[in-house]
């Protein structure tokens, strides 16, 4: 099991910017792949992206493609989001989350360990 630590979350005008990190520990972090979903309130829980475990692949919703960017260092045990442009529809709660899988990255039940979210609330 890993456990997932998320931080980074916060209050930000539109257009602004805010980096996350989740810092993971309990199993050798290189080895699976990395995920970032977020839930508003009152939707379903969404995906926002993924990277491979070697961070060569990143993989986006088509709503957050050009504004974020994932990218993972595995000698610190840490996969980031840097959110730039962000708009009033990004606030949510975002996770991070692990997974063994290979494809589809996309699916959210291909994951198996969450962190418990941190909240990213961005005014008009």
């Known amino acids: 099991q890993v456990q997932l630590v998320e931080s980074g979350g916060g209050l930000v005008q539109a257009g602004g910017s805010l980096r996350l990190s989740c810092a993971a520990s309990g199993r050798t972090f290189s080895n699976y792949a990395m995920g970032w979903f977020r839930q508003a309130p009152g939707k379903e829980r969404e995906f926002v992206g993924a990277?491979?475990?070697?961070?060569?692949?990143?993989y986006y919703a088509d709503s957050v493609k050009g504004r974020f960017t994932i990218t993972r260092d595995n000698a610190k045990n840490t996969v980031y989001l840097q959110m730039n442009s962000l708009k009033p529809e990004d606030t949510a709660l975002y996770y991070c989350?692990?997974?063994?899988?290979?494809?589809?990255?996309?699916?959210?039940?291909?994951?198996?360990?969450w962190g418990q979210g941190t909240q990213v609330t961005v005014s008009s």
């Open positions: 990277i491979t475990w070697s961070g060569g692949l990143t």
């Open positions: 989350a692990t997974t063994d899988a290979r494809s589809r990255l996309f699916i959210s039940h291909l994951y198996n360990d």
